[in-house]
């Protein structure tokens, strides 16, 4: 049973351009989404995320827009830089009082130079 | 300020043999989280402890796997009588409250061979 999805397992874009990765999720009760970005042999590290109670969220160069009725959430990188080549994954907290987290099966990003 | 420390980064053990993978968190972080990735897959949450109690150990398998978080020391994930299918990357994650963003180490891959 695959709450959050991210249907895409990789992704290849040009530097400079817009990179857009997407992720759907299956469970409304979903209040809290974060992106993580992980390099090969290392941990994931928090990106960016966003409350439920909101539909865009701005860091620098990343951008994560949610769109509750369609039960879908992306990431926008712009403009990609080749150091952001690296598998995102895409996670839902669920209410609670356990702070767990639920990931996608994560996206690979190649940025080309 | 170190990050989530784990250790060893790789472990190798036959099969039948015990596997220990430990994870000290982030200076100030109480909740601990064990996940595993298995080849080509996203990270499964295993269990959720704070200091000397499981919170919710929902992810874990019934048998031969077992977590602590003692009041002194690191986290210990215990793996009795290995098998080949417990070949995975097991990543510890920590965070100082439930609203904070996840901080994971940079895992252990454990080998069953």
């Known amino acids: 049973d695959q709450q959050v999805k991210q249907n895409s397992p990789s992704l290849s874009v040009q530097e400079g351009r817009i990179s857009i990765l997407n992720c759907d999720y299956t469970?409304?009760?979903?209040?809290?989404f974060l992106w993580y970005k992980k390099y090969p042999a290392e941990g994931p590290t928090f990106l960016i995320s966003?409350?439920?109670?909101?539909d865009k969220n701005e860091d620098g160069r990343f951008t994560v827009f949610l769109n509750k009725s369609a039960k879908h959430l992306s990431l926008h990188i712009v403009p990609s830089q080749p150091g952001d080549s690296a598998v995102y994954f895409c996670?839902?907290?669920?209410?609670?009082?356990?702070?767990?987290?639920?990931f996608g099966q994560g996206t690979t990003l190649q940025v080309k130079p | 300020n170190a990050g989530v420390m784990q250790n060893p980064r790789h472990l190798v053990r036959r099969r039948g043999q015990e596997a220990r993978l430990r994870c000290s968190p982030m200076?100030?972080?109480?909740?601990v989280y064990w996940y595993r990735q298995l080849p080509e897959e996203g990270l499964k949450f295993m269990v959720y402890l704070q200091k000397e109690n499981i919170i919710d150990e929902s992810g874990m398998p019934k048998e031969r796997f077992s977590a602590e978080f003692p009041k002194e020391g690191p986290s210990i994930l215990r793996i009795q009588q290995v098998v080949r299918g417990d070949s995975a990357a097991y990543f510890c994650?920590?965070?100082?409250?439930?609203?904070?963003?996840?901080?994971f180490g940079n895992g252990t891959r454990l080998t069953v061979t």
């Open positions: 966003i409350s439920s109670i909101k």
């Open positions: 200076k100030g972080h109480s909740h």
């Open positions: 994650a920590s965070s100082p409250g439930l609203d904070s963003p996840l901080h």
């Open positions: 469970n409304s009760m979903f209040d809290y």
């Open positions: 996670a839902a907290k669920i209410p609670g009082n356990t702070g767990k987290l639920i």
